[in-house]
């Protein structure tokens, strides 16, 4: 191995590299804002960041009943998003899950929500889902 300056001693250059290169490949480097947009049913929408942190959760989700994220992922080409009731936490509020296409780039799959009040509404259908990078 071959020293880099003598005042310091001998530092593998092979290390020195490394670090350049995960520091330059991290996904979190070259990551951007990105907004993903759901519509289902005729004017049913839900709209959420997501978070650029691996394993963190979106923060806040823009759907008719307030709701929290309890699960998510967004890679691989897939997208996963379970929502519960923020005020009744056992009730589930939103499910996703869809795909990537590759053709058009957006996420295709399946969602379920609740949009009733105080009594059960569901809906179960097809979703596309598109992402917005700012």
């Given at each position: 191995?071959?020293?880099?300056?003598?005042?310091?001693?001998?530092i593998?250059?092979?290390l020195?590299?490394?670090?350049?290169?995960s520091?330059?490949?991290?996904?979190?480097?070259?990551?951007?804002?990105?907004?993903?947009t759901?519509?289902?049913?005729?004017q049913?929408?839900?709209?959420?960041?997501?978070?650029t942190?691996?394993g963190?959760?979106?923060a806040?989700?823009?759907f008719d009943y307030?709701?929290?994220?309890?699960?998510?992922?967004?890679?691989?080409?897939?997208?996963?998003?379970?929502?519960?009731?923020?005020?009744e936490?056992?009730r589930?509020?939103?499910v996703?899950?869809?795909?990537?296409?590759?053709?058009?780039?957006?996420?295709?799959?399946?969602?379920?929500?609740?949009?009733?009040?105080?009594?059960?509404m569901?809906?179960?259908?097809?979703?596309?889902?598109?992402?917005?990078?700012?």
């Amino acid at each position: 191995m071959k020293c880099i300056c003598p005042i310091v001693g001998c530092i593998p250059i092979a290390l020195m590299m490394s670090v350049a290169f995960s520091t330059a490949a991290s996904p979190l480097a070259s990551s951007r804002h990105k907004t993903i947009t759901c519509p289902f049913l005729a004017q049913g929408s839900l709209t959420f960041d997501a978070p650029t942190k691996l394993g963190a959760l979106p923060a806040e989700i823009d759907f008719d009943y307030p709701a929290k994220a309890i699960q998510f992922s967004f890679r691989d080409g897939n997208l996963l998003l379970v929502a519960m009731d923020e005020h009744e936490p056992s009730r589930p509020r939103v499910v996703v899950s869809a795909q990537l296409n590759k053709k058009t780039g957006a996420y295709e799959g399946q969602i379920f929500v609740d949009m009733g009040g105080n009594q059960l509404m569901l809906h179960n259908g097809p979703v596309r889902c598109t992402v917005r990078k700012e």
